[in-house]
């Protein structure tokens, strides 16, 4: 049963096709956990040119948007925090500075994922330089 929602922030340039696995990953795991994740780079890169700088802002910006709407923020970080989940997670800050902030990682034991409370300033400031 779905009964909370999440946005998801992982990596998407650089290793696309590892990138878009991981993201699959934390998305089914979230499922299975009772959330609808959205994630907007599964999506917008499949019917805009990412490669088109107009298509690609107006494939973020509907992302940022979307996330508005979610009640939690998921950030993935096994392969570290990109400039891009750095500008969504200041979009998070500005909209919502107080809400509920998880940080997502790989639990190699289990094969699952864990989540801990984060600080979005904090994973802010481990980001990959803009």
Partial sequence: MIH?????????AGN???NITYARDVVLW?????Y?????????????DDDEPDERQTGIEAGLRWQRNAEQ??????HGISAGMARGLRNWAD???FGFVYEVTR?????????????VSELIGRSASE
Avoid: K
Wanted: glycine residues 8%.
């Fill in 107 to 119: 639990d190699d034991a289990s094969g699952g994922f864990f989540r801990e409370i984060a600080d």
């Fill in 95 to 97: 909209v919502r500075p």
């Fill in 73 to 78: 923020l998921w950030v993935a970080t096994d």
């Fill in 36 to 48: 609808a994740v959205l994630c907007s780079h599964l999506i917008y890169p499949q019917v805009l």
């Fill in 4 to 12: 909370r929602t999440a946005w998801l922030e992982s990596p998407f």
């Fill in 30 to 34: 979230g499922v299975r956990q009772g």
């Fill in 16 to 18: 696309v096709e590892r």
